[in-house]
Antibody, heavy 122, light 107 residues
Framework: EVQLVESGGGVIHPGGSLRLSCVGS????????MNWVRQAPGKGLEWISS????????YFADSVKGRFTISRDNSANTLYLQMTTLRAEDTGLYYC???????????????WGQGTRVTVSS | DVQLTQSPSSLSASVGDRVTITCQAS??????LNWYQQRPGKAPQLLIY???NLQKGVPSRFSGSGYGSKFTFTINSLQPEDIATYYC?????????FGGGTKVEIK
């Protein structure tokens, strides 16, 4: 069974940093591009980042570019999102999502984790 | 950025009704349009990819059509478990973007 499990969320002050993790199982993680999508409370979905299967190609939404870094450890089947200089508007539920192929930003998202909640508040 | 405009933003229909949602893209995106279902309190789930392809395991009452900039998502014979918000998403042009969502309720 394909499964994605996120962790690392929490309450953080503005300007702080947080690292989210997503462990994948039930599929060949190293052959699959991965993504992060967030959802602010009561709002819609916002794509924030994609990484290719090898980790060599990454893309970011303008709203997080320069503040967030996406990476992966294929030996541990784990995807990461390093978030710095956090703002109140970064508050939300962060989902990792598996792509249907290996190329970053070029496939539908065919499996999503349950999300990890990030709250940025003073 | 490609803006995706979904309509309506919400709808109420009876069990067994046919429900149609449209997604209008601000630029041509060929066939690269997906539809996701998000049930209350749950993660999104892919229903339709590349405008018209039914994802494995998804009931056949769901369907999609369209090309270019206008797309349609249909639920034939609405069921109680279809209560959810539905999102379109394009992946032709970065940044990837989602529509604002359509909340479907049972009358």
């Amino acid at each position: 069974e394909v499964q994605l499990v996120e962790s690392g969320g929490g309450v953080i002050h503005p300007g702080g940093s947080l690292r989210l993790s997503c462990v994948g199982s039930g599929f060949i993680f190293s052959n699959t591009a991965m993504n992060w999508v967030r959802q602010a409370p009561g709002k819609g979905l916002e794509w924030i980042s994609s990484v290719s299967s090898s980790g060599g190609i990454t893309y970011f939404a303008d709203s997080v570019k320069g503040r967030f870094t996406i990476s992966r450890d294929n030996s541990a089947n784990t995807l990461y999102l390093q978030m710095t200089t956090l703002r109140a508007e970064d508050t939300g539920l962060y989902y990792c999502a598996k792509a249907m192929g290996a190329v970053a930003g070029w496939h539908p998202f065919d499996m999503w984790g349950q999300g990890t909640r990030v709250t940025v508040s003073s | 950025d490609v803006q995706l405009t979904q309509s309506p933003s919400s709808l109420s229909a009876s069990v067994g009704d046919r429900v149609t949602i449209t997604c209008q893209a601000s630029q041509e995106i060929n066939k690269y349009l997906n539809w996701y279902q998000q049930r209350p309190g749950k993660a999104p789930q892919l229903l339709i990819y590349d405008a018209a392809n039914l994802q494995k395991g998804v009931p056949s009452r769901f369907s999609g059509s369209g090309y270019g900039s206008k797309f349609t998502f249909t639920i034939n014979s609405l069921q109680p478990e279809d209560i959810a918000t539905y999102y379109c998403q394009q992946y032709e042009i970065l940044p990837l973007t989602f529509g604002g969502g359509t909340k479907v309720e049972i009358k």
